[in-house]
């Protein structure tokens, strides 16, 4: 049973960083991307970062130069990097994996970012 567990979320200044890590477990054939989602209070879900197998990194435009993500294939888990950030960065943010034949999603981990 493939299991993706986030964390590295909380309580943090206009300006400052966190990163956040999403750790996968179980089997999952054909990663095709790894993608960052957040949720804000009352927002739709909005797609944040995505890496893709080969490589590439595509960024929602109000994260651009600020957030980074990456991936550790030997510890099978990948991070946001998340500078210089805002009030309207805060969320909840959702890890997911896209498989050949599944999607899966963590059950996310609160970011606050206090003005």
């Known amino acids: 049973q493939v299991r993706l567990v986030e964390s590295g979320g909380g309580l943090v200044q206009a300006g400052g960083s966190l990163r956040l890590s999403c750790a996968a477990s179980?089997?999952?054939?054909?990663?095709?991307?790894m993608s960052w989602y957040r949720r804000a209070l009352g927002e739709q879900r909005e797609l944040v970062a995505t890496l893709t197998s080969g490589g590439s990194t595509n960024y929602a435009d109000s994260v651009k130069g600020r957030f980074t993500i990456s991936r550790d294939n030997a510890k099978n888990t990948v991070y946001l990097q998340m500078n210089s950030l805002k009030p309207e960065d805060t969320a909840v943010y959702y890890c997911?994996?896209?498989?050949?034949?599944?999607?899966?999603w963590g059950q996310g981990t609160q970011v606050t970012v206090s003005s």
């Open positions: 997911q994996v896209l498989g050949t034949i599944n999607s899966y």
């Open positions: 179980g089997r999952i054939f054909g990663i095709n991307a």
